[in-house]
């Protein structure tokens, strides 16, 4: 990490661990750092350490790295994300950025989708919710779900004031990812997909013993 450099923000639980590790590396490197979150959760978290200074993309519309967790990686380091209903602004972040470094724990290292974690978040226009949870079912089979909020009645609502839908696919099934991916975005409501095809350019698994395992290119 260099001075001065502009530094995107996924969310979730793995990314508290690299804010924390970014934080240290500010103060006892003197860098600055400009960080770009790319939810409430990361901004909150980002400010509750004086050292990282927070900005936008209007101000700052170019990242040098995002680093960003995930919910699975399969064998050509595709991404399933949005667990934490946080998708859409993470995927606009990592498209501006550079370099995608992704951290995750090792059970989340798997060859094809469904291993460990069995469903694709999208992010949904409210009023579009009930055709596309239709429309997904007899594309591509499996069982779309609209996400209940935890202590709040009703759907839960994202950042940008959407739904979201659950897709439990069909793990039997041999998707071609990038193809469902482009389908999905096409359906009118459908804000963005939990389908990060090919975005990663590296992605550091952990091991419950502390060690690291990574994947995808040296150079980083
Ligand atoms: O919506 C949440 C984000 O996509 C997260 O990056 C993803 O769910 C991984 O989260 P965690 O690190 O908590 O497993």
């Known amino acids: ?62 990242a040098y790295v995002a680093i960003d967790g995930a919910d699975e990686v399969d064998g050509d380091m595709n991404l399933i994300k949005g667990g934490g209903g946080c998708l859409t602004q993470e995927k606009i972040v990592i498209s501006c950025a550079k370099k995608v470094v992704i951290i995750a724990d090792y059970r989340k290292d798997v060859q094809k989708f469904g291993q460990s974690f069995n469903f694709i978040p999208i992010e949904v226009i409210p009023m579009a919710q009930r055709p596309v949870l239709e429309k997904i079912s007899k594309m591509f089979g499996g069982k779309p779900v609209l996400r209940e909020a935890k202590q709040k009645a009703g759907p839960l609502v994202t950042d940008n004031g959407n739904f979201i839908i659950d897709w439990f696919f069909d793990k039997d099934k041999d ?46």
């Open 175 to 220: 998707y071609d990812w990038n193809e469902v991916n482009i389908s999905l975005s096409l359906i009118p409501g459908i804000v963005e997909t939990g389908l990060f095809i090919q975005t990663a350019h590296k992605v550091f698994f952990g091991a419950a013993d502390g060690n690291v395992t990574s994947r995808g290119n040296d150079k980083l």
């Open 1 to 62: 990490m260099q001075d001065n450099q502009v530094v995107g923000i996924g969310s979730g639980s793995t990314i508290e661990y690299a804010i924390r590790r970014l934080n240290e590396r500010v103060i006892n490197e003197n860098l600055k750092t400009i960080c770009i979150p790319s939810s409430y959760q990361a901004l909150r978290s980002l400010q509750s350490f004086e050292s990282l200074q927070i900005s936008t993309l209007d101000r700052n519309p170019e």
